[in-house]
């Protein structure tokens, strides 16, 4: 395979200073998300740290306590930002997995435009099955507070857990989680029995990643002029086209519902074309801003499908690369495509912190490999590198985590510029794109 990767450790602030302007084609990156708890307001907080100079935002946490208690989970700040967008070529897409917690969303949408991007777009919604409820049962909370044991009722299996001893082999799958015992519990207090029912703020189950959508402005006048200058200010929609579920489904999309008048009307000479451009595309639906994995919408998935659109489309890669990846199939990235190529690393917890652990109402036990928190999926980055840029073209990740948008981009034939600062991060994505065979120009400070 004929591809290149250039991954760096340090801070991308100045990584990317070494790059030249104007030299990148697209963006694809999911960064921290500063998912920390708000604890009260402060108008003298600043940020400070490795991702950048001190910026004062008034409304920050009073202390920095992100994802799974790590202190890397800080926005990027409006200088990075920058910096990203200094290297984009005019017109170049940048695309950013986010969470969709409104704070998060609102700050960093803010400083994405302080940075210069153009931010005027729909964004898009990935939708899944597998997520898992965080919210803290308050009943329960209040009798620990109250230093009381709740009332026991019986003995139920908990939560599948991976089991520590799981050495990763099919004939071992079965056996890989287990499911401890735990006992159930009813509020005591009157206190905790007058709250019976309610959680901690709202934290429904998580469903929806939002992936912001942002530009480099054009330096031509139109969206025409830019892509006849540099193929920039465009996306390959066409590209993204959800397949259709069989023969019927096209039928069904084309013609409306199979009618034998709109069938005949459209297949004449004179409005054959004009009927399928009005309504639909020989070659699959347009795409929307919503996509979907693991059927999570049922039978209305097939609108949505990012499933299907990546099975219709390795079937153009080559042979060996669809030999090497039949785990793609997964709503997030599973056990198998975490650990691809990682079989000499140490296997480590993926770890919540004790004040973290008491909110989730348990402490998760994932030993792998790949302990990175926050792994995505294959299918969906390559979804959106095939949105952005073409065969050849650079695209870069600021904050590369364990590698996947590198794979990704190799994949499909893109060179790939990746940072990441944590030092074992780092291990892990040159491991895991070295591991795909491809030539690399590695660089660790």
Not at 321 to 329: D, E, R
Request: glycine share 8%.
């Amino acid at each position: 395979m004929n591809c290149n990767a250039n991954l760096k450790q340090g801070d991308c602030l100045n990584l990317m200073k070494e790059l030249s302007a104007d030299s990148v084609d697209c963006i694809v990156s999911d960064p921290p998300y500063q998912l920390s708890s708000i604890t009260k307001k402060r108008t003298d907080q600043t940020r400070e740290g490795s991702y950048g100079k001190e910026v004062p935002f008034s409304r920050v946490q009073s202390k920095i306590k992100g994802f799974m208690g790590k202190n890397w989970d800080v926005l990027p700040s409006v200088e990075i930002l920058k910096e990203a967008n200094r290297v984009l070529k005019p017109g170049s897409f940048a695309f950013w997995l986010m969470t969709p917690r409104q704070d998060s969303q609102l700050e960093f949408l803010l400083r994405l435009r302080e940075a210069g991007f153009i931010i005027s777009f729909s964004g898009i919604y990935w939708y899944y099955n597998s997520g898992f409820p965080k919210a803290l049962n308050i009943s329960k909370a209040v009798d620990r507070k109250l230093g009381i044991e709740s009332d026991v009722i019986g003995i139920a299996k908990g939560m599948a857990k991976q089991n520590p001893e799981f050495n990763g082999t099919a004939q071992g799958r079965k056996e890989n989680y287990l499911k401890p015992e735990y006992e159930k519990t009813i509020p005591t207090s009157e206190e905790a029995k007058r709250l019976t029912g309610s959680y901690a703020g709202f934290q429904p189950k998580p469903s929806v990643e939002v992936i912001i959508v942002s530009m480099k402005p054009l330096s031509e006048d139109c969206y025409t002029d830019q892509a006849l200058k540099n193929g920039k200010g465009i996306t390959w929609l066409n590209n993204c086209r959800i397949p259709y579920a069989n023969d019927n489904d096209k039928k069904s999309a084309i013609y409306g519902k199979d009618s034998p008048i709109k069938i005949a009307w459209s297949n004449s000479k004179d409005h054959k074309g004009e009927n399928n451009n009005r309504l639909a595309s020989e070659i699959g639906r347009f795409p929307a801003n919503l996509l979907v994995t693991d059927n999570a919408l049922g039978n209305f998935s097939k609108y949505f499908d990012l499933d299907a659109w990546w099975t219709d489309r390795v079937k153009k890669l080559p042979e060996d690369v669809q030999k090497t990846f039949p785990f793609l199939y997964s709503p997030k990235a599973s056990s198998s495509e975490r650990n691809k190529n990682l079989d000499s690393f140490e296997k480590k917890k993926i770890d919540y912190d004790s004040e973290t652990a008491d909110k989730f109402g348990g402490e998760r036990m994932a030993i792998m490999q790949n302990h990175h928190p926050t792994v995505k999926p294959l299918i969906l980055m390559s979804y959106l590198i095939t949105l952005g840029s073409c065969e050849g073209d650079t695209i870069m990740d600021p904050f590369m985590g364990s590698g996947t948008t590198g794979i990704s981009s190799l994949l499909l034939y893109r060179k790939f510029i990746g940072f990441e600062m944590n030092e074992d991060y780092f291990k892990i994505a040159n491991q895991r794109i070295n591991g795909n065979n491809c030539t690399l120009d590695l660089h660790g400070d």
